[in-house]
């Protein structure tokens, strides 16, 4: 029996033919199938699937049956297709899918579309704010009952809108004063730079004799450059796994689709799998923490930082026994491609 630690890499040639053959199959895999493809006799092969089993990678459900890859395996299955090459004629259709989305939200929802497109399973994208968001422009639109509509406009591409009240008519030469004096001095500033400068100004002894600024004062405290860190999420394709033999009861089913109809549900899946460094890819196999009944679905995402404050992400949900490798490559298509539009 071969001690812990010391599997070879025919080892693990054996294994990946293994979990190969099992997602094209479902059938628990036997010695003599491995066989047919390896220059081995099917006993050094038993010999390998023993320590294979000793070592976590495999399961036999029963003494007589053929062996089941676990999660390890499919981790380390995985890992092998992370160098597959993406196709530059691929990522040019990709590139110009994406480009023709004008905003960051239209190039989210293109991008969880185009995951699903190519994957057959659960595409998401996401677009997370960071505090280094840089300002566009504001504009302050008057409405009936001395309502205002605050509109802030970041360098990215994403649109905040906020309606406030005020008790006084102010009018729509004074709403442009205020307008102006925020675009002309802080257009282009990362958003705390200016909250920290603005609050200076604010405590200057010349700001109580300051009109605008006094103006500007108001608007800041009703929350005008108060953005909040809401992402923008899309995903589609719960429909896919319909039909997959997840081993759910049908209330189990339910459960499932339920979890990934909420946002805060699939972005939590984002944050707490999306780990590796900008742009690696990362692989999850096995969801239960998340939820019990995303036992039997891995996920393939990466994160990567786009220009002022954004930080992306896009993932494909699938089954344990999805297509890896089409899966990994779409991700880091549509990655490279969401990247290069947005620069």
Known sequence: MNHLGTLTPRHFDVL????QNYIETGEPVASRTIAKKYPMSPASIRNMM????????????HTSAGRLPTERAY????KTLLGSRIV???????HLEIQR?????????????LLTEITRNFGIAAAIPTENQTLDQVELLSLPDRRILMVVVTRDGMVRNKVISVEDHISHEELASIRNYINYNFSGWVLHNIHRELKRRFELESAAYDAILKRVNLFYSKGLLDLGLMPEVHFEGAENLIGLDLHLTRERMRELFH????????LQLLERFLEQRDGEPAIQVGLSDVHPSMSELSLIGVRFGLPNGLEAHVAVLGPMRMNYNRAISAVLHVSQAFKSAAM
């Open 50 to 61: 023993a320590d294979l089993l000793e070592e976590g990678y495999l399961s036999q459900p």
């Open 88 to 94: 530059q004629a691929e990522l040019d259709r990709l």
């Open 101 to 113: 989305a004008s905003s960051v939200e239209g190039r989210i929802e293109r991008s969880s579309k």
């Open 259 to 266: 979890a990934l109809e909420e946002k805060k549900r699939v």
């Open 16 to 19: 990946h033919a293994i979990v």
């Open 75 to 78: 981790q380390s299955y995985a």
